[in-house]
Structure formats: structure tokens, C-alpha cells
T-cell receptor, first 112, second 111 residues
């Protein structure tokens, strides 16, 4: 089992460009999450999806959109990238045990 | 916004020593968890302690929770170089089931 996978691992964008970060899980978990991690800031929740077909905003949703394509996949889209979106992005899932999350390896994004 | 605040921000010890890191939080919680993050990797769930528990063990890990002081500690006994990582506390409260993460403690264990 791969667990939670994310693509790409690294990405460099120019200001104004768009891109989609992909996340897939084979754990059959209902809930999926997108976080960003910045130095000294810990993890901040961008968006989450409690189940297939639903999405909700987290703490820092501005500048992002998400799609819960099916139970396995949850993508994060940056429509017009800004330097402030330079960060490491993590996808996570949560199964039947509340609060216990499983993380992907992350995508390191640089916006110049 | 962060609920938990870890202390110290950074900790450097020798292999074999014990490592203790603390987490303080502000509002009442249902539970508190600790995660580990190795460099360049995602977080890994270590242990969850419920608000009605005072102490929990898992291998070389010992977690305590003092709800009256709104604080928790993570003790790693007989540390190894492989324990080098960042450690995050995360609190769970209300009915959302989504943890709120702190900023983390960076632990370096020298061989």
C-alpha cells in the first residue's frame, strides 16, 4: 500500500502561473486535508473534505481552490500563484480514529 | 491559528540521553496528539492522549497531560540518532475532529 501520495515533489512557478497539486490515497479514508507548512508557522489548514462531494475552507483558503474528485483523490489548485504561496504543501487523510492523520510526503513549491 | 505551543523550539542532546519537550495550549481540549516529522518528510502520528488520561506510554515514548495547567510533555528515553526530527503537538477540541498543530520542537540527537 502506498498510503498517501502527492505529485509533484517539487515545483517552481512564476508569479501569475497556475498549477494543480495532486493527492491520492489508498487507505479508503473519508476525510482528506490540505496543509501548508512555513518556517516557524507550523501547519496551517487550507481546505478539507470530510467526505466525497464535500469541501470546506480551513484557516488559510485565500488563493486556493480544491476538488474532491472521488474518494481517493483530492487536488489543490493555485489559479494565479503569488510569492506568498511559496511553501511546502502536505496532503493528509483521516480514518475512523478522530484526529489521527496520515500525511503524504509533501510538495515543495517555490513561486518567483 | 495555533493552539499548542511547543517548548523549547530547539533541543540538542547526545545519544542515550532523554529528551523532553513540552506543549502548552490555551483552550479546553478533548485530546492531544504528538507527531514526528523527519527532514523532508510528512508528519507521522506518534501517540494520542485523551483529556481524561494523565499518562500514556508507547515504546520509548512517554506522554503526560495536565489539563489543569493546560500542558503536555513528550519524553523520549534513551534517545537515538534516528530520533532526530521535529516534534509537533496537536490539540483536538469540539466536534470537528480536525487537529490544530503547534509550531514544533526541533530535536537533534548527536551520535
Amino acid at each position: 500500500n502506498a498510503g498517501v501520495t502527492q505529485t509533484p515533489k517539487f515545483q517552481v512557478l512564476k508569479t501569475g502561473q497556475s498549477m494543480t497539486l495532486q493527492c491520492a490515497q489508498d487507505m479508503n479514508h473519508n476525510s482528506m486535508y490540505w496543509y501548508r507548512q512555513d518556517p516557524g508557522m507550523g501547519l496551517r489548514l487550507i481546505y478539507y473534505s470530510a467526505s466525497e462531494g464535500t469541501t470546506d475552507k480551513g484557516e488559510v483558503p485565500n488563493g486556493y481552490n480544491v476538488s474532491r474528485l472521488n474518494k481517493r483523490e483530492f487536488s489543490l489548485r493555485l489559479e494565479s500563484a503569488a510569492p506568498s504561496q511559496t511553501s511546502v504543501y502536505f496532503c493528509a487523510t483521516q480514518g475512523r480514529t478522530p484526529y489521527e492523520q496520515y500525511f503524504g510526503p509533501g510538495t515543495r513549491l517555490t513561486v518567483t | 491559528s495555533q493552539q499548542g505551543e511547543e517548548d523549547p523550539q530547539a533541543l540538542s542532546i547526545q545519544e542515550g540521553e532523554n529528551a523532553t519537550m513540552n506543549c502548552s495550549y490555551k483552550t479546553s481540549i478533548n485530546n492531544l496528539q504528538w507527531y514526528r516529522q523527519n527532514s523532508g518528510r510528512g508528519l507521522v502520528h506518534l501517540i494520542l492522549i485523551r483529556s481524561n488520561e494523565r499518562e500514556k506510554h508507547s515504546g520509548r515514548l512517554r506522554v503526560t497531560l495536565d489539563t489543569s495547567k493546560k500542558s503536555s510533555s513528550l519524553l523520549i528515553t534513551a534517545s537515538r540518532a534516528a530520533d532526530t526530527a521535529s516534534y509537533f503537538c496537536a490539540t483536538g477540541s469540539g466536534g470537528s475532529y480536525i487537529p490544530t498543530f503547534g509550531r514544533g520542537t526541533s530535536l537533534i540527537v548527536h551520535p
